[in-house]
């Protein structure tokens, strides 16, 4: 059953940083596009970047460039997002996503359909 779980969320003050995982089962990683979304209570889900299946190619919401970096790491099952420079507006429920395909990533939500549970990243001193 494929599967995909979110974790390394939590409090952190403004500045600071937070690396989030999204550790896959059931599928071969190196098959699938992996996004990171998030949502803030009362708001749309924002995607905010993606690599494609080989990590060639990765794409980054405005609202993050330059701050986040997306990795992957294929032996491991494991898709990364570091979070540098944390802002209180980044506080929201962070989401991973998969979708097998090769090729370009988009940040749409309908281009995944597989989800995690979430994690929560909370930013505030």
């Known amino acids: 059953q494929l599967q995909l779980v979110e974790s390394g969320g939590g409090l952190v003050q403004p500045g600071g940083s937070l690396k989030l995982s999204c550790a896959v089962s059931?599928?071969?990683?190196?098959?699938?596009?992996i996004g990171w979304f998030r949502q803030a209570p009362g708001k749309e889900r924002e995607g905010l970047s993606c690599i494609s299946n080989s990590g060639g190619i990765t794409n980054y919401a405005d609202s993050v460039k330059g701050r986040f970096t997306i990795s992957r790491d294929n032996a491991a099952n494991t898709v990364y997002l570091q979070m540098n420079s944390l802002q209180p507006e980044d506080t929201a429920e962070y989401y991973c996503a998969a979708v097998r395909r090769r090729g370009p990533c988009y940040l749409s939500r309908g281009a995944y359909n597989y989800w995690g549970q979430g994690t929560q990243v909370i930013v505030s001193s």
């Open positions: 059931g599928f071969t990683l190196d098959l699938y596009t």
